[in-house]
């Protein structure tokens, strides 16, 4: 297998800045940090190509009228723009259950946050390394 040919260069990696991804947290989730625990993201550890990578997230939640999860985040601190998904639920939904693909601009963490409808805030987060990054205009590297 050869990656050298499609491998994004480490130096245009190293050109995408880590964003503080707090702020942008703290509006979906409040001033109270989320809690670790509750949600659960699965993400590959190695995505061979950025512009769709395979995310599952699960959230522990009877999804009852009394006790639900209202909203799931995502985010990526190495993407232009780092909130990449928001999904607004309701107990009718069934189960906190949510597939999808997503663009990763290079190796990075990714963030999940859930809002459940007492206003708790729950995360989870995996680091995933891409060898062929998505995002970017390569034109600027």
């Known amino acids: 297998m050869e990656l ?9 990696q190293q050109l995408m800045p880590t964003q503080d991804l707090r702020p942008l947290i703290r509006g979906v989730a ?8 509750r949600v659960h993201i699965g993400l590959p550890q190695l995505a061979e190509n950025g512009n769709s990578v395979p ?6 939640s009877p999804m009852t009228e009394a006790e639900h ?3 799931l985040h995502v985010f990526a601190e190495r993407n232009p723009r780092p909130l990449i ?17 997503i ?27 891409v060898t062929s990054a998505a995002c970017l205009d390569e034109m600027s590297l």
Not at 111 to 118: F, G, M, P, Q, Y
């Open 30 to 37: 409040g001033e109270t940090p989320p809690r670790p625990g």
């Open 103 to 129: 663009r990763l601009a290079g190796s990075q963490r990714v963030v999940a946050i859930a809002v459940l409808s007492d206003g708790s805030a729950w995360s989870d987060e995996a680091e995933v390394i």
């Open 85 to 101: 998904a928001s999904v607004h639920l309701g107990p009718h939904a069934g189960r906190a259950r949510i597939t999808t693909r």
């Open 55 to 60: 995310l599952e997230l699960n959230v522990d």
């Open 69 to 71: 999860v209202r909203s």
């Open 4 to 12: 050298a040919g499609t491998a994004l260069p480490l130096r245009a």
